[in-house]
């Protein structure tokens, strides 16, 4: 079983929809949690951190519940620009510094 | 200021052949890592340098693979005897060096094995 599950899509959303990615993680020892975009045949780029306070960056949502091992994050109002893959993303607990990445959702933002 | 550089860009090769691929960090940044990403799967660990020396070199899949990083700055990962399978886009980053600090990723090597 991967340590980081995600649904791989493909989500097709009109722009101005508002869409929600899930994730869920394996090692309940885990520390640092991160949304990462990668758009096609580029690198990944840090999108967000993850707390479990929840956090909240323009349109873009994350949530954190450590008792169900999930992590969410939201995209109001989508863009066209939004279009990319969304890596769900969880430190290795024991040394705190290799990520652990899912397999990536991907998002397609239609006019 | 300039990110994370990789070269090359591509590399198309043969099996059972050496390869080498370059990864330059931003300046200043102690901490370095090489990463994996198959088609299809999100980037996998395969190796972390504070400095000089390998702090963890658990994600190596097997002992063809051997990464070096000399003068704390610039990395090379070598791949001896190499097979199809090894065929994926090369990942490296660099951060600060603290353990929750950003990762920031080059554009990638992407490897073909013949």
């Known amino acids: 079983r991967k340590e980081v599950e995600q649904d791989p899509g493909p989500f097709n959303v009109p722009e101005g929809a508002t869409v929600a990615f899930n994730c869920t993680y394996s090692?309940?020892?885990?520390?640092?949690f991160f949304w990462y975009r990668q758009d096609c045949r580029k690198e990944p780029k840090l999108l967000m951190s993850?707390?479990?306070s929840g956090n909240e960056d323009g349109r873009f949502t994350a949530q954190l519940n450590r008792a169900s091992q999930y992590i969410s994050l939201l995209i109001r109002d989508s863009k066209l620009s939004d279009s990319a893959t969304y890596l769900c993303v969880v430190n290795n607990d024991n040394s705190g510094y290799a990520l652990n990445f899912g397999k990536g959702t991907s998002l397609l933002v239609t006019p | 200021g300039a990110g994370v550089s990789q070269t090359p860009s591509n590399k198309v090769t043969e099996k059972g052949k050496y390869v080498e691929l370059r990864c330059d960090p931003i300046?200043?940044?102690?901490?370095l890592y090489w990463y994996r990403q198959s088609l299809g799967q999100g980037p996998e660990f395969l190796i972390y340098f504070q400095g000089t020396g390998a702090a963890d070199d658990s994600g190596l899949p097997n002992d063809r693979f051997f990464a070096v990083r000399p003068e704390g700055s610039v990395s090379t990962l070598k791949i001896q005897r190499t097979e199809r399978g090894d065929s994926a886009v090369y990942l490296c980053?660099?951060?600060?060096?603290?353990?929750?600090?950003?990762?920031?990723f080059g554009p990638g090597t992407r490897l073909t094995v013949l």
């Open positions: 300046s200043g940044h102690t901490a």
């Open positions: 993850v707390y479990s």
């Open positions: 090692n309940s020892a885990s520390q640092s």
């Open positions: 980053a660099s951060s600060s060096g603290g353990v929750t600090d950003t990762q920031y």
